[in-house]
């Protein structure tokens, strides 16, 4: 079974249960730190299918097992299918960084010994960004390759960096779009992905891969929506807000330019509605697998961070609003899966969560489950979490299987 490392991002233990998610037979062997996995999976996993992952930044499949002093010849058997002067990388963890400087040197002797000019990008104190990975054409061996180094016992994992995070095309999709709402709070598109996923895993029969209808009952401006779409997926997004709807109406026709969507091909349907408010499940196309993918309210925008009590009474207005929904979507939307975000408010007396809606799901009809191997963030709750530390609202992240 091939054996690969991910190098996580920001989140690494969301990262984690995404891979868990969607790969089937994910099998972790060890972690260095917090941020680098090795596992074992018999999927070729390619910088393809990393363009829908969103927690993982570098993805390299393993080469041998192997001293440092071999480093140069498995250099040079990597890039012996690239034609002229090549273009090399080095990505070493745990690793000390006079080596890896001296290694740098040892490759571009060794493949000028063999003939082979070649130049090198990233040093053994900043690594190749993940841009120039794929500007230099390393990822495809057109023009190079990079090697990732993992201290393995006495030896080291090698392996060839396989995949990147295609930052520039993230980038577009975040900040390129014409409709931005800033007062709202911005879902980043790498953790649209990560949502995506998990409805995948929940709506998708096991063993194959068919086109998913997605249904965001809080649609924002669409990020959801437009990630879907960029999967091939159709989409129903509708939200209290006519200037959301506006908002996503023109990003979806944004993004069907910019990556020629047709509509033939993929559908798309936003329209005001309030979430408390029978759905219509007509819309959704006849045989077609579907879930309940959304970011809910994370209710007022905040400055600086709340009052205990402040806290609270946010709390107890949002938790109605989720129970409202639920309600509503189970009654009127039955047999969807939910992949949904509640709030979590920073206090300086610690995290204030959503309490009594997890009493209330038995008796809504839903049972919340999370990814293979992964453990609930918070005692008594199964969910994930994602927060950046500047934030004073984090994102409580909850998959609901609806009861039979």
Known sequence: ????????????????????????????????????????????????????????????????????DDVPQI?????????????????????????????????KEYLKKNGRPSRYVGTERTPTPAVLLRDAGLL???????????????????????????????AKRDMGKPVRDLKTGLLPPKLAQILLNFAFSLAAPEGKNPKLTIVDPFCGTGVILLEAMMRGWNVLGSDLSERAVKG???????????????????????????ARKPFDAKNIPAGSPAAIVTETSLGTTLEKKPTLRDATKMRNDNEKLQIDFLTNAKATLPGLPIVCIWPVWRTSKGPVYLEKIWAQLPKIGYTPVLPPRTKPHTSGHFSMIYQRPEQFVGREIVLLKPKK
């Open 75 to 107: 250099m040079s058997n990597a890039l012996s299918a690239v034609k002229g002067k090549v273009t090399f990388s080095i990505r070493g963890y745990n690793t000390d960084k006079a080596k890896l400087h001296k290694l740098y040197r040892s490759c």
């Open 248 to 274: 996503a109406t023109k990003n979806i026709e944004w993004i069907r330019k910019e990556e020629n969507i047709l509509k033939k091909n993929v559908e798309a349907l936003v329209w005001k509605q309030d």
């Open 1 to 68: 079974m091939p054996t690969y490392a991910a190098v996580l991002g920001h989140q690494p233990a969301l990262s984690l249960s995404e891979l868990a998610a969607v790969i089937p037979d994910f099998t972790p062997q060890r972690m260095l730190g917090e941020h680098v996995c090795v596992f074992a999976s018999d999927m070729n996993l390619t910088d393809s299918w990393m363009r829908t992952i969103g927690g993982t930044v570098f993805l390299a499949r393993q080469i041998t097992e192997a001293g440092l």
């Open 140 to 170: 495809d061996l057109r023009h190079g390759c990079e090697l990732m180094l993992l201290p393995q016992g006495k030896e080291f994992w090698i392996g060839r960096t396989v995949a990147a995070q295609d930052v520039n095309t993230y």
